[in-house]
């Protein structure tokens, strides 16, 4: 059986779980938003489990938006009026991460719809931008470093309140004169194991479309994490000398 890919249809593919209305499925399922004041925020969740895939969303920005947490991260965080937007990234393993990354994005995320994507496979995890990928996690369980591969996930996503710590570390608060704030999401698209009853959609043989279980980057791709790792990352957990002082983790020096 082949690789699940994600019907065109959002109500397919993902459940409203929290905000009490406050999420919508619009456009005959073509696009999802997700709406924060300052009562509440709002969330969803997708309807089936992966192991391994490769994930892409188009998101527009109203405002920042905090994304559920789980075992791979995107994160927008708050800004000032006129401030580039901050991407954070963060991997997780074993209910641990302090693998934080986060990246300036050369665009005005409010002003257009961009593609944010997750290739997740047994070699790395690869996070990109509109097709340009910033940030590779590989898998380096052989040396020692726990590595993301046994736990199936779900993708959620969330708007919320995190003023209390998102923001220029809390100093800036959120201007509820301007609420409500707007995410909007479309062209959910995943090749992706799906995860069901303890066995993967991945695991029957014959499969054709499944090439992305051992893709990684090329010299080409590694070339282009050098660009926006030089021009736009504003934290690397990997050089954060005060938070590790005994040395940075494994990886770092591995990768």
Request: charged share 10%; with cysteine.
């Given at each position: 059986?082949?690789?699940a890919m994600a019907a065109a249809n959002l109500n397919q593919d993902f459940d409203l779980t929290w905000g009490d209305g406050r999420a919508k499925i619009l456009q005959n399922g073509q696009l999802l938003t997700l709406s924060l004041d300052k009562t509440s925020g709002s969330g969803f969740k997708s309807k089936n489990q992966y192991l391994f895939g490769k994930i892409d969303m188009q998101l527009k920005?109203?405002?920042?938006?905090?994304?559920?947490?789980?075992?791979i991260d995107f994160e927008f965080l708050g800004n000032l009026s006129g401030d580039p937007y901050i991407l954070h990234t963060n991997v997780f393993t074993r209910g641990k991460g302090n693998r934080e990354q986060q990246f300036y994005l050369w665009?005005?995320?409010?002003?257009?719809?961009?593609?944010?994507?997750?290739?997740?496979?047994s070699l790395s995890i690869i996070f990109s931008v509109d097709g340009t990928p910033i940030r590779e996690f590989k898998n380096l369980e052989s040396k020692g470093v726990p590595y993301p591969k046994s736990q199936?996930?779900?993708?959620?996503?969330?708007?919320?309140?995190?003023?209390?710590?998102?923001?220029?570390?809390?100093l800036v608060k959120a201007d509820w004169s301007q609420a409500?704030?707007?995410?909007s999401y479309r062209n959910f698209n995943a090749r992706a194991c799906v995860w069901t009853s303890g066995?993967?959609?991945?695991?029957?043989?014959?499969?054709?479309?499944?090439s992305w279980l051992s893709q990684s980057l090329d010299g080409s791709g590694q070339g282009r994490i050098k660009w926006v790792q030089k021009n736009y990352m504003i934290y690397n957990y990997c050089t954060d000398t005060k938070r590790f002082p005994q040395g940075p983790p494994p990886e770092c020096s591995m990768a």
């Open positions: 059986m082949a690789a920005l109203l405002s920042s938006l905090g994304s559920a947490h789980d075992e665009f005005d995320p409010t002003k257009d719809f961009h593609t944010y994507s997750v290739l997740w496979n199936p996930m779900w993708i959620y996503s969330s708007l919320w309140n995190a003023d209390d710590w998102a923001t220029r570390g809390g409500p704030f707007t995410a066995s993967s959609s991945c695991s029957a043989s014959g499969s054709t479309n499944n």
